[in-house]
């Protein structure tokens, strides 16, 4: 398996464009965590979904942040409007089940100018 | 509030030495608890895990001790070579909450030639 795969690996953009993240899990894993980590806050969850549906997103920061879940082998979190306080690193994981160990994927650094 | 905490932030360790980093945990609702690796520009990676019901369990070249009476958290790694250099989380499941994990802030290992 190739393990979680995020895309892009590294985006630039300026305050007030949409960024959306993507994400595609680990087959057969059930459960999709977004995080993200900054020096200052270390590694956050956002949301995460189980089965496609999101269960807790009470680690998103605001509205301009929205994460989706169309499939089971696809996520998306967007950004919009962003701005240079977003800039992060944001990380996709999925496990197989709830209280299952975690696997990450490579990550997305996001740097709002 | 709930919370998973290093003692050291940075662990300098002469090659070939052991390791150790700890973690202290605040919770003693916490039943699951997980050692992460995090290499530069990588996402974190899975090293080794620890139930509640244990207090001590070893992987290769890698052992993690639970005392639940101090909530304190370790991880010990044997002959300690260039590739362990990274940033080590240790992260903890709560009871109460289905699959949310907590991370610590991490400590940083680094390797004396």
């Known amino acids: 398996d190739a393990g979680v795969i995020q895309s892009p690996r590294h985006e630039v953009t300026e305050m007030g464009q949409e960024v959306t993240l993507r994400c595609k899990p680990i087959?057969?894993?059930?459960?999709l965590f977004w995080y993200r980590q900054t020096m200052m806050r270390g590694l956050e969850l956002l949301i995460y979904?189980?089965?496609?549906?999101?269960?807790?997103d009470s680690g998103m920061p605001e509205d301009r942040f929205s994460a989706k879940m169309p499939n089971a082998s696809f996520s998306t979190l967007k950004i919009q409007p962003s701005e240079p306080r977003d800039s992060a690193v944001y990380f996709c994981?999925?496990?197989?089940?709830?209280?299952?160990?975690?696997?990450f994927g490579p990550g997305t650094r996001l740097l709002v100018l | 509030g709930e919370s998973v905490g290093l003692h050291l932030p940075t662990l300098s360790v002469q090659e070939g030495d052991n390791s150790i980093i700890n973690c202290a945990y605040s919770?003693?609702?916490?039943?699951?608890f997980i050692w992460y690796k995090q290499e530069s520009g990588k996402g974190p990676q899975f090293i080794i895990d620890?139930?509640?019901?244990?207090d001590k369990r070893q992987g290769q070249r890698v052992t993690v001790l639970l005392n639940k009476t101090v909530k304190h958290l370790s991880l010990q790694i044997a002959a300690t070579q260039p590739g362990d250099s990274a940033v080590y989380f240790c992260?903890?499941?709560?009871?109460?909450?289905?699959?949310?994990?907590?991370f610590g802030s991490g400590t940083r290992l680094s390797i004396r030639p």
């Open positions: 994981a999925s496990s197989r089940g709830g209280r299952e160990t975690q696997y």
């Open positions: 087959s057969g894993h059930d459960y």
């Open positions: 979904f189980n089965n496609n549906v999101p269960i807790d």
């Open positions: 919770n003693s609702a916490s039943d699951y």
């Open positions: 620890i139930r509640s019901n244990m």
């Open positions: 992260a903890e499941f709560l009871w109460s909450s289905a699959s949310k994990i907590i």
